[in-house]
């Protein structure tokens, strides 16, 4: 059993900075890309960042220049510095991971989603 578990959002003003966290859990034997997708009510979701275990980054155009995506592949974690945040970053944000929990096998895994507001 695989879990993730994030932390970190809440209520911001515009301008302003919040850092995301997840971490993975339970019967992992490697993970491959870690990433972080948002969702606003009567939307898709998308992709705000992802992060392979050798570092390389993807952001989406939105989000270039004011979000850091970091992993720490020995804790299993992922996280998100947000900066100059604007109202319409508001979103849940979740936490991805491709993990594989034997050699052979991998599953898509997602946290239970944080709240991130910014508004004045």
């Known amino acids: 059993q695989v879990q993730l578990v994030e932390s970190g959002g809440g209520l911001v003003q515009p301008g302003g900075s919040l850092r995301l966290s997840c971490a993975a859990s339970?019967?992992?034997?490697?993970?491959?890309?870690m990433g972080w997708y948002r969702q606003v009510p009567g939307k898709q979701r998308e992709l705000v960042a992802t992060?392979?275990?050798?570092?390389?980054?993807n952001y989406a155009d939105s989000v270039k220049g004011r979000f850091i995506i970091s992993r720490t592949n020995a804790k299993n974690t992922v996280n998100l510095q947000m900066d100059s945040l604007k109202p319409e970053d508001t979103a849940v944000y979740y936490c991805n991971a491709k993990i594989y929990a034997t050699l052979t096998r991998r599953g898509d895994y997602w946290g239970q989603g944080t709240q991130v507001t910014v508004s004045s």
């Open positions: 992060i392979t275990s050798g570092g390389s980054t």
């Open positions: 339970g019967s992992i034997f490697s993970i491959t890309a």
